[in-house]
């Protein structure tokens, strides 16, 4: 299938600060905008009820995606939504739909139980509260029901509520599946599918229950005629590529941002090069202090997210300042949300999703300004406030760099991004650098350097010349001081000092002894204890 490509452009400097897109709204507020004061929207030609629900947002202006793609889903065109996290996706598709929803009953259309209109389907149960939330948000203003059907969830309670009338269902592909084969709901009355975070789905394995669901309408040529299809992604991948040309969907025009997997201009990406020192007390000089902001920090495994969660709830209240400090909760018994009086809190797949729930409920309420958390957190979750991204197990690979770093930074707020460097990482963290620098692209990024030397796949003999005789965090400008150097600054919250590295602790705030740093001839100080690498 030949795709149509329209490239977006930025509008990040048009965002208020206000909740959108994917962000919680558990409560309705009240609001100085009206839809006269939204001539931008009106533009898209959303009805007043919908311009009231965005005037309640506080949202003055669309965002590109936004204005992109409202009018060509008003349409009824079949489009693939490409834009980088916190980019305000669910609204730029939530929208329109709702909007068409309200012309068929205006045109005589009745609502049948069982019989849902729309389809969004997601990869996870985080990403469907918070896409259901939006919905409910706008039900408010353009009457219609919705519901949310995942995995985890009460399977009489969602059962309950598809053999009710449902005009929206949010969903995971496999628990629909099951209602769907059980007869407590049919797909004759989908009139639109939304496939939203399809990289994600495919990347866990969803793509044969998504193809099992969608089968009754992909393979009836006159229903895949009259089902609007929309899928959204914050990465082009190549999984997602051959789905949108193999031809199993209809064609589709692909809006996609013209700053797609690049890092968002207004965070500060620094990288901590923490070779030959104890990554655990680096970590809590970044943190420690008596007004931490709230932080993400991001590990690769469980085990090292359990390590982490456990060190940090040990330090004492001095350390953290004025924090209160209850260690006898540290892991809620299982590593789960626990430590109610911590600062802390963690966030991981085997946790009970109720324990999830109450962890990231702590996080946003601002009872844990520390949310210790695996990649999970790191697709979906709209948490508006977070300050700062840390990543304790640097990304396995760029993609993930981008999602983590997409958790700050959002809706034109200022963010920063630190990330621990380990030798095996300083490929792939110079070459992340290099291209933040550049306002490059980083998904075509690697970890193995025989890619960037020369003759290499990503080689750049300029950038060589230019970083011979140096490493990660060397650099000037806003990421950091010059290579020859010498002023000092304080760590994070601390009244310790070191080297500067371009924002890379040369020192082990605790430890005494000197370590050459592999490849260069800047040295730290050692951290007396050593943990466990994960």
Not at 188 to 204: F, K, P, W, Y
Not at 271 to 290: H, T, Y
Not at 397 to 420: Q, W
Request: one cysteine or more.
């Amino acid at each position: 299938m030949q795709l149509m490509h329209l490239r977006v452009h930025s509008l990040l400097g048009t965002f208020s600060r206000a909740r959108f897109g994917r962000g919680p709204l558990l409560t309705q507020r009240w609001s100085s905008l009206s839809p006269t004061d939204l001539p931008e929207f009106r533009k898209l030609g959303l009805t007043e009820g919908l311009l009231e629900a965005v005037a309640d947002l506080e949202l003055k202006e669309p965002s590109s995606i936004q204005r992109a793609a409202v009018p060509q889903v008003l349409q009824g065109q079949n489009i693939a939504l490409a834009a980088s996290t916190g980019s305000g996706k669910t609204l730029a598709y939530l929208l329109p739909i709702v909007q068409a929803l309200k012309i068929q009953e205006d045109m005589g259309y009745d609502r049948l139980a069982k019989r849902p209109r729309v389809l969004v389907l997601v990869p996870t149960r985080e990403l469907a509260t918070q896409v259901l939330s939006v919905a409910k948000h706008l039900g408010h203003y353009s009457k219609f029901s919705s519901c949310c059907i995942v995995g985890g969830g009460d399977n009489g309670q969602q059962r309950r509520a598809l053999t009710g009338v449902q005009d929206v269902c949010v969903a995971s592909a496999g628990r629909l599946l099951k209602h769907q084969e059980l007869g407590h709901m049919h797909l004759s009355q989908v009139t639109h599918v939304v496939i939203d975070e399809v990289d994600t789905m495919l990347m866990q394995g969803f793509g044969p229950d998504l193809q099992k669901l969608l089968k009754p309408i992909l393979l009836s040529p006159e229903r895949r005629e009259n089902v609007q299809f929309i899928v959204v992604t914050a990465t082009m991948t190549k999984a997602v590529r051959r789905l949108l040309e193999d031809g199993d969907l209809p064609q589709m025009r692909t809006l996609e941002a013209d700053d797609l997997h690049q890092a968002l201009p207004n965070a500060l990406h620094r990288m901590l090069n923490a070779a030959g020192q104890d990554k655990i007390e680096v970590l809590k000089d970044l943190v420690r202090g008596k007004h931490q902001k709230p932080t993400l920090i991001f590990c690769n495994t469980v085990a090292s997210c359990r390590a982490v969660t456990h060190a940090l709830r040990e330090e004492t209240n001095n350390n953290f300042g004025d924090m209160d400090y209850d260690s006898d909760d540290a892991e809620g018994g299982n590593g789960g949300g626990g430590g109610a009086s911590s600062p802390v809190r963690s966030y991981h797949g085997e946790m009970p999703s109720n324990e999830r729930v109450e962890a990231l409920g702590d996080f946003k309420a601002g009872d844990a300004s520390i949310l210790v958390c695996t990649d999970l957190a790191q697709r979906g979750l709209d948490i508006q406030d977070v300050a700062k991204v840390i990543n304790f197990d640097f990304p396995r690979n760029p993609i993930d760099y981008l999602h983590r770093a997409g958790r700050t930074a959002r809706a034109g707020r200022k963010g920063e991004i630190l990330s621990l460097v380990l030798k095996r990482d300083l490929p792939l963290a110079t070459a992340i650098e290099r291209a933040v620098a550049r306002g490059e692209p980083l998904d075509g990024l690697t970890n193995d350097k025989r890619d960037y030397a020369p003759g290499g796949r990503l080689s750049d003999k300029e950038a060589q010349k230019k970083q011979k005789g140096r490493s990660v965090g060397e650099r000037g400008g806003k990421q950091g001081s010059d290579a020859r150097g010498s002023q000092k600054k304080e760590y994070p919250g601390s009244g310790r000092s070191g080297r500067e590295r371009g924002g890379t602790q040369g020192s082990d705030a605790r430890g005494s002894q000197k370590k050459e740093y592999p490849g260069n001839g800047s040295t730290g100080r050692r951290g007396r204890k050593k943990v466990r690498r994960s």
